[in-house]
């Protein structure tokens, strides 16, 4: 069985705060991918990025990055310098792809308010 | 990536009525995805749709209540039957867009009254 615990549920910080979402999984799989995803007040759910379990190289993309460990099975998602538009609700998914081909298990997400 | 609708935005429906939802793919795709998020909650998966043969349901789904239609490759749609106030809920489509990738369509907003 996969499993995804954001153990975050609210976070709240002000704007130009650097701010980290915490990702811890557990699968049995050899080959996975992790996930982030943006839902914004608005409902729409916004592909941020995927990491494969065979790469464990840090990404940045912008203000983003990743840290991904499989060490401690973790993929934890940085936020610099943090703006209002970053509001929303992020959540960490898993697709473990031996056990579940294309199926994804999510996390049960992290609110973040970045106040002005 | 494809572009994804679907219809209606949002709904309030009676209870006891039935709620059909549309998702609308720019392109061909082999596997479409339903889920349900309720309020405050995360996403579960409801099922998995290929185009010719049955929804795959994941456990607590069933088919009587949640009846899918996959005619095509670019259409799918989502029957949310003898509603209740328990299925208001957010729905979303996805696809599949590469390895254990999914993109997601803008979902339905559902209120049952």
């Known amino acids: 069985a996969q499993k995804v615990t954001q153990a975050q549920t609210e976070i709240s910080v002000v704007e130009k705060e650097d701010v980290t979402l915490d990702c811890v999984y557990e699968?049995?799989?050899?080959?996975?991918?992790l996930f982030w995803y943006k839902q914004p007040p608005s409902g729409e759910l916004v592909f941020l990025i995927r990491?494969?379990?065979?790469?464990?190289q840090n990404e940045i993309s912008g203000r983003y990055s990743w840290n991904f460990q499989k060490s401690t099975s973790s993929f934890n998602f940085t936020i610099t310098a943090s703006q209002v538009v970053d509001s929303a609700v992020y959540f960490c998914?898993?697709?473990?792809?031996?056990?579940?081909?294309?199926?994804?298990?999510f996390g049960e997400g992290t609110q973040l308010t970045v106040n002005p | 990536s494809a572009v994804i609708s679907q219809k209606p935005s949002r709904d309030i429906c009676q209870r006891g009525t039935s709620l059909t939802i549309q998702c609308q793919v720019d392109?061909?795709?082999?596997?479409m995805f339903w889920y349900r998020q309720q309020p405050g909650q995360s996403l579960t998966l409801i099922a998995t749709?290929?185009?010719?043969?049955?929804?795959?349901?994941e456990s607590g789904f069933v088919i009587d209540k949640f009846p899918i239609s996959r005619p095509n490759l670019t259409f799918s749609t989502l029957t949310v039957s003898n509603l209740s106030p328990e299925d208001s809920s957010i729905y979303l489509c996805?696809?599949?867009?590469?390895?254990?990738?999914?993109?997601f369509g803008p979902g339905t907003r559902l209120l049952v009254l």
């Open positions: 998914a898993l697709s473990g792809i031996e056990t579940s081909g294309s199926r994804l298990t």
């Open positions: 699968t049995r799989d050899t080959t996975y991918y």
């Open positions: 990491r494969n379990s065979f790469d464990e």
């Open positions: 392109s061909q795709v082999t596997m």
């Open positions: 749709a290929n185009q010719g043969s049955e929804a795959t349901y």
């Open positions: 996805s696809i599949s867009g590469g390895p254990g990738t999914q993109y």
